[in-house]
């Protein structure tokens, strides 16, 4: 009988992939707030973008995630400040961050609703995630100076709109 065949090495593969695949989701979420540190002026962030590298550090990561929600909100809200935009859902981002961390910890130490918080975390991650893709992209809406223009700035300075003035 060989090593690689039966149900044990089929389970062993499955927990494999699957462990693989969190890992790859949770580097790609990470990179997403890196990004969206990295499109704020260096003057404007409460923390520089590696940090949130941080959250790779077991244990660690569950205090780190709240720190990491406030420093990312203040610095997107001094961005809003300085170059007059509107980024849209900073507290609502920050919230579900926040409520993402705080059921994952919950999640670790009751055991009887295991089911029901790894969820509704996972429902807050993805939700954060989301918002967190948004407000990159708004950082990033800009003309070719690489300034950042509102909507509203991009509307006015429409080429249709000045013809028809």
């Given at each position: 009988m060989s090593l690689f065949a039966g149900p044990a090495f089929a389970h062993i593969a499955v927990v494999?992939?699957?462990?693989l695949g969190i890992v790859v989701i949770g580097?790609?979420?990470?990179?997403?707030l890196y990004k969206c540190l990295k499109s704020i002026s260096p003057e404007n962030r409460a923390l520089p973008p590696w940090r949130v590298w941080l959250s790779c550090v077991p244990i660690f990561a569950f205090l780190w995630h709240y720190i990491l929600m406030f420093k990312m909100a203040k610095s997107?809200?001094?961005?809003?400040?300085?170059r007059n935009i509107k980024i849209q859902k900073i507290d609502i981002g920050r919230d579900t961050g926040i409520i993402f961390a705080s059921v994952s910890l919950?999640?670790?130490?009751?055991?009887?609703?295991?089911?029901?918080?790894?969820?509704?975390?996972?429902?807050?991650?993805?939700?954060?995630?989301v918002i967190v893709c948004q407000q990159v992209n708004q950082l990033r809406v800009g003309d070719a100076t690489g300034s950042i223009k509102s909507v509203?700035?991009?509307?006015?300075?429409?080429?249709?709109?000045?013809?028809?003035?």
């Amino acid at each position: 009988m060989s090593l690689f065949a039966g149900p044990a090495f089929a389970h062993i593969a499955v927990v494999i992939v699957m462990l693989l695949g969190i890992v790859v989701i949770g580097v790609l979420y990470i990179l997403t707030l890196y990004k969206c540190l990295k499109s704020i002026s260096p003057e404007n962030r409460a923390l520089p973008p590696w940090r949130v590298w941080l959250s790779c550090v077991p244990i660690f990561a569950f205090l780190w995630h709240y720190i990491l929600m406030f420093k990312m909100a203040k610095s997107l809200h001094a961005e809003n400040l300085q170059r007059n935009i509107k980024i849209q859902k900073i507290d609502i981002g920050r919230d579900t961050g926040i409520i993402f961390a705080s059921v994952s910890l919950l999640y670790t130490f009751i055991p009887q609703q295991k089911m029901f918080l790894g969820l509704f975390a996972s429902m807050c991650w993805i939700v954060h995630w989301v918002i967190v893709c948004q407000q990159v992209n708004q950082l990033r809406v800009g003309d070719a100076t690489g300034s950042i223009k509102s909507v509203a700035e991009i509307d006015h300075s429409s080429p249709n709109q000045t013809a028809l003035e």
